[in-house]
């Protein structure tokens, strides 16, 4: 189960302090959500359609956006390298990924650099999608949300392939998780 809000007083002051929340004046920012989700794992499918996870790794960034360290997101990086490896799936397998990125650009150049460092063959697209375009920074329940949206995906079939990868990073602690599923 993850629950998060953004949207109460104290993470609005807290963001707006370090110009993390999207204003007029700050474009590089956030925009706040809130969500609850809940994920029920099993070892044998409980119902029809139900998502397979395939492969999941997890990893600590150290180069964070608050620290001076070089970034090269070896973090995010590792966590897909492990969740690929587990899946036995190379990236250019992968067909779309999801992600909690919230419209900071920190977390979008993490993407790009994690998929560098894993592609090793060409593939035409690889679509990003990411739930805060619709719904805010959903903050910890934004992995959930990525699971909930790929099952959705394959089971009404607008999925752009049968593989997916899932990527979060934690701003605040450098954790780093990505998983691969399929339908």
Same mark, same amino acid.
């Given at each position: 189960m993850?629950?998060?809000?953004?949207?109460d007083?104290?993470?609005?002051? !807290?963001?707006?302090?370090?110009?993390?929340?999207?204003?007029?004046?700050?474009?590089?920012?956030? #925009?706040?959500?809130?969500?609850?989700c $809940?994920?029920?794992?099993?070892?044998?499918? #409980?119902? /029809?359609?139900?998502?397979?996870?395939?492969g999941?790794?997890? %990893? #600590?960034?150290?180069?964070?956006a608050?620290n001076?360290?070089? +970034?090269?997101?070896?973090?995010?990086g590792a %966590?897909?390298?492990?969740?690929l490896?587990?899946a036995?799936?190379?990236?250019? /397998? $992968?067909? @779309?990924?999801l992600?909690?990125v919230?419209g /900071?650009?920190?977390? @979008?150049?993490?993407?790009?650099?994690?998929?560098?460092?894993?592609?090793r063959?060409?593939?035409?697209e690889q679509?990003? !999608?990411h739930?805060?375009?619709?719904?805010?920074?959903c903050?910890?329940?934004?992995?959930? $949300?990525? +699971?909930? !949206?790929?099952?959705?995906? @394959?089971?009404?079939?607008?999925a752009?392939?049968?593989?997916?990868?899932l990527?979060?990073s934690?701003?605040? @602690?450098?954790?780093?998780?990505?998983?691969?599923?399929? %339908?």
């Open positions: 993850a629950v998060d809000s953004l949207i007083a104290r993470s609005l002051s !807290w963001l707006d302090s370090r110009m993390r929340l999207k204003t007029s004046d700050v474009t590089d920012g956030l #925009i706040p959500g809130e969500a609850a $809940i994920l029920v794992v099993s070892k044998r499918p #409980i119902a /029809e359609g139900a998502l397979r996870l395939r999941l790794g997890l %990893a #600590i960034e150290t180069a964070t608050s001076e360290e070089p +970034f090269r997101a070896d973090g995010l %966590a897909l390298k492990a969740a490896a587990e036995g799936v190379q990236m250019h /397998e $992968i067909a @779309f990924r992600s909690d919230a /900071e650009s920190y977390a @979008f150049e993490e993407l790009v650099l994690a998929q560098l460092r894993n592609m063959q060409t593939r035409p679509p990003v !999608w739930a805060a375009d619709c719904m805010g920074d903050g910890a329940a934004a992995g959930l $949300i990525q +699971f909930a !949206w790929a099952e959705q995906a @394959f089971k009404r079939g607008y752009p392939g049968d593989i997916a990868a990527h979060g934690s701003m605040a @602690f450098g954790g780093r998780a990505a998983a691969v599923v399929s %339908a």
